[in-house]
C-alpha cells in the first residue's frame, strides 16, 4: 500500500494526522495509515486518469454520439482529469447541478453534513468515495455522452476472460442435491468469486484460475466467520413460497456465481423467486446495472460451449417465467447513506426487503454500507453493527477489503496482522455473516 510519493506538504495543509483510524471514529482519508488515504492519494486517481484516457479513442464513441461529438468528448474528459484535481487537492464536496432523478437526495445529504466534514479528505470515507462516484456520473450525464456506461467495456472483458472458469462451474453444478453441503459449495463459491473486483484493482483484471471447487476447499481456513447452517436454515424452515433478494455486487465471474446460486435457489424449491437488486448508475468500477445483468444471460446463451449455452437460455427462461426477477431501479444503493438509514430515507425500500424470506448482500462496499464506515472493534457482534437495519433475515458474503470488520473470534485479528499487517486490504480473507430477523 506504498504511495507514490509521500506529500508533507499535503498532510500538513490538509490537517492530515498519521495514525490508523482511532477505535469508534468515523473511517476518513484524513487518517493516513488508513486504506481511505490510499484511496484518494492513488487508487481513486488512478481511475479517473484511466477513464480520461479511454475518452481519447474517439472511433469507438463517434459512430454512437455523432461526428460533431468530438469536442464535447474533450471537454469531458477535461472534467474527468480536473476531478482527480480536485482529490488531489482535497477540494469540497459541491452540490450536484445536474437533471439526474437522485439529485435533491444527494444535495440535501451534502447540506447536513458538518462544515468541517466536507471535503475528500475530511468527510467519512464511505460519503466521499460515493460522491466520487455520483460526480462522475454527473459530469456524463452533462454531456452528448449522458447515458454512457464508461466501465462497460472492462466489465464485459472480465466475464470473457473467467469463461474457462465458467464452464468448469456449469460442469460441476449441473446434478446437485438439495442439502447444506451442496449450499455450502456454492455459497462458498459465491463468495470467492467476489475476489474478482474491478475496483479493488483501479480496473486491471483479474482472471479466475483453476478448479473453482478445488479453491473454495483451499480456502476453507481464510473464511474467518461462516454462518452457512443459519443461513440455510433460514432457507428450509419455510415454505419454499418467498423471496430472496439478492443485492449484487461485481459484474463478471463474481455475477455469474451469483446466478448460479440463484438458480439452485430456485431449481431446489428454497424459494418461489430471487429478486436481483443492480445500481442506476455506472458504480465502483463493476458493479452489476441492469444492462450488465442482460448482457450476461445474452453472452452466455451465445456461447459455443454448450453447457453455457444451455444454462444461459435456462436463466433467461426463469426471467420470462418471473422466478428471476430484477428489481425496478432504485437509487438508493447509488445514494450516500448507510443501510441503517434506509426506513427513513426510502421507507418503500426498506419495506419491500422485510417481505423477503432472505436478504443476501454481496460484496465490500454493501458490507461498509451495512456497518457503515466506522472503526468498530473486530468482536463486536454483527448484529450490534448493524445499528437496527434488520428487515428481514439476511446475510453478507465479503472479501475483506477494506479496514473494517467485525463479529470475529476473539484474537483472530491479532493472529492475522503479525502475519501481515495489511491482511485486511488483500481479499484473501472472507466473512458469511447471518442475523435472524
Given at each position: 500500500?506504498?504511495?507514490?510519493?509521500?506529500?508533507?506538504d499535503?498532510d500538513?495543509a490538509n490537517?492530515?494526522?498519521?495514525?490508523?483510524?482511532?477505535?469508534?471514529?468515523?473511517l476518513a482519508?484524513?487518517?493516513?495509515?488508513?486504506?481511505?488515504?490510499?484511496?484518494?492519494?492513488?487508487?481513486?486517481?488512478?481511475?479517473?486518469?484511466?477513464?480520461?484516457d479511454?475518452?481519447?479513442?474517439?472511433?469507438?464513441?463517434?459512430?454512437?454520439?455523432?461526428?460533431?461529438?468530438?469536442?464535447?468528448?474533450?471537454?469531458?474528459?477535461?472534467?474527468?482529469?480536473?476531478?482527480?484535481?480536485n482529490?488531489?487537492?482535497?477540494?469540497p464536496?459541491?452540490?450536484?447541478?445536474?437533471?439526474?432523478?437522485?439529485?435533491a437526495?444527494?444535495n440535501?445529504?451534502?447540506?447536513?453534513?458538518?462544515?468541517?466534514?466536507?471535503?475528500?479528505?475530511?468527510?467519512?470515507?464511505?460519503?466521499?468515495?460515493?460522491?466520487?462516484?455520483?460526480?462522475?456520473?454527473?459530469?456524463?450525464?452533462?454531456?452528448?455522452l449522458?447515458g454512457?456506461?464508461?466501465?462497460?467495456?472492462?466489465?464485459?472483458?472480465?466475464?470473457?476472460?473467467?469463461?474457462?472458469?465458467?464452464?468448469?462451474?456449469?460442469?460441476?453444478?449441473?446434478?446437485s442435491?438439495?442439502?447444506l453441503?451442496?449450499?455450502?459449495q456454492?455459497?462458498?463459491?459465491?463468495?470467492?468469486?467476489?475476489?474478482?473486483?474491478?475496483?479493488?484493482?483501479?480496473?486491471k483484471?483479474?482472471?479466475?484460475?483453476?478448479?473453482?471447487?478445488?479453491?473454495?476447499a483451499?480456502?476453507?481456513?481464510?473464511?474467518?466467520v461462516?454462518g452457512t447452517?443459519?443461513?440455510?436454515?433460514?432457507?428450509?424452515?419455510a415454505?419454499?413460497?418467498?423471496?430472496?433478494?439478492?443485492v449484487?455486487?461485481?459484474?463478471?465471474?463474481?455475477?455469474?456465481?451469483?446466478?448460479?446460486?440463484?438458480?439452485?435457489?430456485?431449481?431446489?424449491?428454497?424459494?418461489?423467486?430471487?429478486?436481483f437488486?443492480?445500481?442506476?448508475?455506472?458504480?465502483?468500477?463493476?458493479d452489476?446495472r441492469?444492462?450488465?445483468?442482460?448482457?450476461?444471460?445474452?453472452f452466455?446463451?451465445?456461447?459455443?460451449?454448450p453447457?453455457?449455452?444451455?444454462?444461459?437460455?435456462?436463466l433467461?427462461?426463469?426471467?420470462?417465467?418471473g422466478?428471476?426477477?430484477?428489481?425496478p431501479?432504485?437509487?438508493?444503493?447509488?445514494?450516500?447513506?448507510?443501510f441503517?438509514?434506509?426506513?427513513?430515507?426510502?421507507?418503500a425500500?426498506?419495506?419491500r426487503?422485510s417481505q423477503?424470506?432472505?436478504?443476501i448482500?454481496k460484496?465490500?462496499?454493501?458490507?461498509?454500507?451495512?456497518?457503515?464506515?466506522?472503526?468498530w472493534?473486530?468482536?463486536?457482534?454483527?448484529v450490534?453493527?448493524?445499528?437496527?437495519?434488520?428487515?428481514s433475515?439476511?446475510c453478507?458474503?465479503?472479501?475483506?477489503?477494506?479496514d473494517?470488520?467485525?463479529?470475529?473470534?476473539?484474537?483472530?485479528?491479532?493472529q492475522?496482522?503479525?502475519?501481515?499487517?495489511?491482511?485486511?486490504?488483500?481479499?484473501?480473507?472472507?466473512?458469511?455473516?447471518f442475523?435472524?430477523k
Amino acid at each position: 500500500m506504498a504511495l507514490v510519493e509521500d506529500n508533507a506538504d499535503f498532510d500538513a495543509a490538509n490537517g492530515i494526522i498519521d495514525s490508523e483510524t482511532p477505535p469508534h471514529t468515523d473511517l476518513a482519508a484524513q487518517y493516513k495509515r488508513s486504506f481511505a488515504y490510499y484511496t484518494f492519494r492513488v487508487r481513486l486517481p488512478s481511475t479517473l486518469a484511466t477513464i480520461a484516457d479511454s475518452l481519447a479513442n474517439k472511433d469507438e464513441l463517434l459512430p454512437t454520439y455523432g461526428a460533431d461529438a468530438a469536442s464535447d468528448i474533450d471537454q469531458t474528459a477535461a472534467a474527468v482529469l480536473e476531478l482527480r484535481s480536485n482529490i488531489l487537492k482535497n477540494g469540497p464536496l459541491e452540490p450536484f447541478n445536474d437533471t439526474e432523478a437522485d439529485v435533491a437526495t444527494w444535495n440535501a445529504f451534502l447540506d447536513k453534513l458538518d462544515k468541517d466534514k466536507r471535503t475528500y479528505f475530511s468527510a467519512c470515507w464511505l460519503y466521499a468515495e460515493c460522491y466520487m462516484y455520483r460526480k462522475l456520473w454527473s459530469i456524463f450525464s452533462l454531456s452528448r455522452l449522458a447515458g454512457f456506461d464508461y466501465f462497460r467495456k472492462q466489465k464485459q472483458t472480465a466475464a470473457q476472460l473467467s469463461l474457462d472458469a465458467m464452464v468448469a462451474v456449469a460442469n460441476a453444478t449441473r446434478r446437485s442435491e438439495r442439502n447444506l453441503s451442496t449450499f455450502q459449495q456454492l455459497l462458498k463459491l459465491n463468495l470467492w468469486g467476489n475476489r474478482c473486483d474491478l475496483s479493488i484493482t483501479s480496473g486491471k483484471q483479474v482472471k479466475p484460475m483453476g478448479d473453482a471447487f478445488d479453491q473454495v476447499a483451499e480456502l476453507d481456513s481464510n473464511l474467518l466467520v461462516d454462518g452457512t447452517q443459519a443461513i440455510w436454515q433460514s432457507l428450509v424452515s419455510a415454505d419454499g413460497n418467498g423471496t430472496v433478494e439478492i443485492v449484487f455486487d461485481n459484474a463478471g465471474y463474481e455475477l455469474y456465481t451469483d446466478l448460479i446460486l440463484a438458480e439452485y435457489i430456485i431449481d431446489k424449491g428454497l424459494a418461489q423467486k430471487v429478486r436481483f437488486n443492480a445500481k442506476a448508475i455506472p458504480w465502483f468500477i463493476s458493479d452489476v446495472r441492469a444492462d450488465d445483468f442482460h448482457w450476461i444471460l445474452k453472452f452466455l446463451s451465445g456461447q459455443a460451449s454448450p453447457v453455457l449455452s444451455e444454462l444461459g437460455k435456462k436463466l433467461k427462461r426463469f426471467v420470462d417465467e418471473g422466478k428471476f426477477e430484477l428489481a425496478p431501479l432504485e437509487h438508493f444503493w447509488t445514494s450516500p447513506y448507510e443501510f441503517y438509514r434506509m426506513a427513513e430515507v426510502q421507507p418503500a425500500l426498506h419495506e419491500r426487503l422485510s417481505q423477503a424470506q432472505l436478504i443476501i448482500f454481496k460484496g465490500d462496499l454493501n458490507y461498509r454500507k451495512l456497518l457503515g464506515d466506522y472503526s468498530w472493534h473486530d468482536t463486536e457482534s454483527f448484529v450490534t453493527c448493524l445499528r437496527g437495519f434488520q428487515p428481514s433475515n439476511l446475510c453478507t458474503l465479503r472479501t475483506i477489503k477494506a479496514d473494517l470488520v467485525c463479529g470475529l473470534p476473539a484474537g483472530i485479528s491479532e493472529q492475522l496482522f503479525a502475519k501481515n499487517k495489511e491482511w485486511m486490504l488483500t481479499g484473501e480473507y472472507g466473512l458469511i455473516q447471518f442475523a435472524s430477523k
